[in-house]
């Protein structure tokens, strides 16, 4: 198992920037594909961004491509969002999850998972 801890979101204005990080306790996290989900109120959790345990795959919802960047740092066990450009849409609450063996073609399903943080809050308002 292990246990993902978000931090920091908080409150930015349009056309901001805030960056996410994701750290794992345990020593299998450089197995785990790591994924960033957000869920706004009243809608579906959705998939943002994911990596691969080798870094050298990422994936983005279209929503985000060309604005966030996802990346790890094994040797510290933690994933981290850089969001840029940030958007009123982009309010949520923020979610990294992970496990091992995530098939590509599932990789942007929040089923594909069992491991989740507790979220954090991210806020694009002026």
């Known amino acids: 198992q292990v246990p993902l801890v978000e931090s920091g979101g908080g409150l930015v204005q349009p056309g901001g920037s805030l960056r996410l990080s994701c750290t794992a306790s345990g020593r299998t996290f450089n197995q785990y594909t790591i994924a960033w989900f957000r869920q706004a109120p009243g809608k579906d959790r959705e998939f943002v961004a994911g990596i691969r345990w080798n870094s050298r795959h990422t994936y983005y919802a279209d929503s985000v491509k060309g604005r966030f960047t996802i990346s790890r740092d094994n040797s510290q066990n933690t994933v981290t969002l850089q969001m840029n450009s940030l958007k009123p849409d982009d309010t949520a609450i923020y979610y990294c999850?992970?496990?091992?063996?995530?098939?590509?073609?599932?990789?942007?399903?929040?089923?594909?998972?069992?491991?989740w943080g507790q979220g954090t809050q991210v806020t694009v308002s002026s």
């Open positions: 999850a992970g496990d091992t063996g995530v098939i590509l073609s599932s990789l942007r399903y929040d089923r594909s998972y069992d491991y």
